[in-house]
């Protein structure tokens, strides 16, 4: 009830439609253009991250946010690196669910402060080490904006810390992506794990 309300608040205009099982949602989403589906991991017939692939399957452009009483510094990169858009924490302030809401539609991420700091910790701290494998073609910029991204900075931040236009960002992140073979800044932070295994 309080999600339904807080997307009815951000976008008076919203279909919103509710489904009692996954089975049911999947089709939904078959048979309608969802922008945004609110995933709860309980859901009666889930099959835990494999939900995932299967609504991005069923319509790609679909943004999911997951939203669960599940502990977020135990799950919520797991559901990340699976493809989710989102974690809100059904525990946060209220006040946050709006905030996740607008995140994921406007084509953001979406993690919490708490997790997005245990996402820094759990990245090598000695960056020197990063000179070998796929790094090796990246331009001082491209190597300062991954370094940002990893550290869990989103793009509007990074433009404004850098003091470059968002498009500009934009455009060197979608670079970094394709020339270190990923698909987000989870993946990239194993990228490092790998170089900083094997570098000098």
């Known amino acids: 009830m309080g999600m ?9 205009n919203a279909t919103v439609l509710e489904s009692e099982d996954f089975n049911e949602g999947i089709r939904i989403v078959q048979n309608k253009p969802i922008d945004l589906v609110v995933l709860d991991i309980h859901l009666p017939g889930g099959q835990d991250v494999k939900m995932i692939d299967m609504i991005k399957k069923a319509r790609t452009e679909t943004k999911i946010l997951i939203f669960s009483g599940l502990p ?5 990169l797991k559901y990340i690196q699976a493809g989710a858009d989102g974690y809100l924490s059904k525990r946060s302030d209220p006040e946050m ?8 539609v406007n084509d953001r991420k979406y993690l919490s402060e708490a997790v997005r700091e245990q996402l820094v910790t759990q990245l090598p701290q000695n960056y020197n080490k990063i ?5 090796i073609g990246l331009t001082d910029r491209e190597l300062e904006i991954s370094r940002l991204l990893i550290r869990g900075m989103w793009t509007k931040e990074i433009a404004t810390q850098l003091q470059l236009k968002l498009s500009t960002v934009s455009t060197f ?4 992506f394709q020339k270190c073979g990923v698909t987000s800044a989870i993946e990239l932070s194993k990228i490092i794990d790998d170089v900083a295994a094997t570098a000098c």
């Open 131 to 135: 000179k070998r494998r796929k790094w």
């Open 173 to 176: 992140k979608k670079k970094i």
């Open 97 to 104: 669910y709006g905030e996740a809401v607008s995140a994921v």
């Open 72 to 76: 977020e510094e135990k799950y919520a």
């Open 4 to 12: 339904r309300l807080v997307i009815r608040e951000l976008f008076q």
